[in-house]
């Protein structure tokens, strides 16, 4: 019983953490200018597109949004 709590509470906590961050990069991403998302080839009309993907794409590989792997030499 108090495995199942502490499984429902830490899928909570990484929740919530998910979102957080989400929101900060919202936040961040629609502080730029259009220039400046142009730049990095998105609109204003595609960050939530963008972040909603990011999150999936996360989901799905459990590697980071951004694929920053380091590759030994």
Same mark, same amino acid.
């Given at each position: 019983m108090l495995n199942v709590l502490g499984?429902? @509470?830490?899928g @909570?906590?990484?929740s919530v953490a998910h979102w957080r961050q989400r929101q900060r %990069?919202? %936040?961040e991403l629609s502080a730029l200018d259009d220039r400046s998302l142009a730049d990095i080839?998105?609109?204003r009309s595609e960050i939530p597109y963008v972040l909603s993907h990011a999150a999936e794409?996360?989901?799905e590989t459990g %590697?980071? %949004?951004n694929s920053n792997f380091q590759h030994a030499a």
């Open positions: 499984n429902v @509470l830490h @909570l906590t990484v %990069a919202y %936040a080839g998105i609109t794409d996360r989901r %590697a980071p %949004a």
